[in-house]
Each structure stands twice: as structure tokens, then as C-alpha cells.
């Protein structure tokens, strides 16, 4: 099993910044891709940015310019980095993970609780 671990929501002013982070721990032998989806109010789950182990990149259009996605291979650890915060931006933030665990060499998707991102004046 994989446990995934978000931390730096919060609430910002528009314009603002914030970085989130994903730590994944577990029975992990290798990270496939890492990324966060969001999930607004009334709105279903969005892809907003992912990473492969490569380092290649996929953002949302909404995103591309202002956010950006980054990993720490040895530590597990996801980040994204969101610039120039608008309104809309306001959602529900889940970490997800595609790993092969230790003993199964078959890669599964993982996710995390969610944190809370709020952009308002």
C-alpha cells in the first residue's frame, strides 16, 4: 500500500502564491507519475499537473504559465508550486500517484485526502 501525505493549503489573496507538497510513503519499489488533480465546488475532478519519473511534465491549459509541478525522486515527494493565484483557482487540491509496490509489479493509482486552496480577498 501507498499512504500520500498533502500539506500547504491554506488561503490566499488573489495574486498570491502557494506551494504544495506530496509525500508518498509505503511498500513503494517505483513511482511511476506524480500529480495533483483539483476539485471545485459543483465541478468534477480536474487534472491540473503531473510528472513522470522522467521529469516529463503535463499541465491543465488553465494552469500552464503559472503553476509548476516538480519532484523529488529520492524522497518520494511531489510539489507544486502556484503563482499568480486567481478565484478560480479555489478547490479542493488531491495528490495521486501511480506506483508499482514492493512484491506486485503492477502500478496503481494512489490518492491522497485532499487539501484545501482558497483564493479570495
Known amino acids: 500500500q501507498v499512504q500520500l501525505v498533502e500539506s500547504g493549503g491554506g488561503l490566499v489573496q488573489p495574486g498570491g502564491s502557494l506551494r504544495l507538497s506530496c509525500a508518498a510513503s509505503?511498500?513503494?519499489?517505483?513511482?511511476?507519475?506524480m500529480g495533483w488533480y483539483r476539485q471545485a465546488p459543483g465541478k468534477q475532478r480536474e487534472l491540473v499537473a503531473a510528472i513522470t519519473s522522467d521529469g516529463s511534465t503535463n499541465y491543465a491549459d488553465s494552469v500552464k504559465g503559472r503553476f509548476t509541478i516538480s519532484r523529488d525522486n529520492a524522497k518520494n515527494t511531489a510539489h507544486l508550486q502556484m503563482n499568480s493565484l486567481k478565484p478560480e483557482d479555489t478547490a479542493v487540491y488531491y495528490c495521486?500517484?501511480?506506483?508499482?509496490?514492493?512484491?506486485?509489479?503492477?502500478?496503481?493509482?494512489?490518492w491522497g485526502k485532499g487539501t484545501l486552496v482558497t483564493v479570495s480577498s
Open positions: 509505503g511498500s513503494i519499489f517505483n513511482i511511476l507519475a
Open positions: 495521486n500517484v501511480r506506483a508499482i509496490t514492493i512484491g506486485t509489479y503492477v502500478g496503481l493509482y494512489y
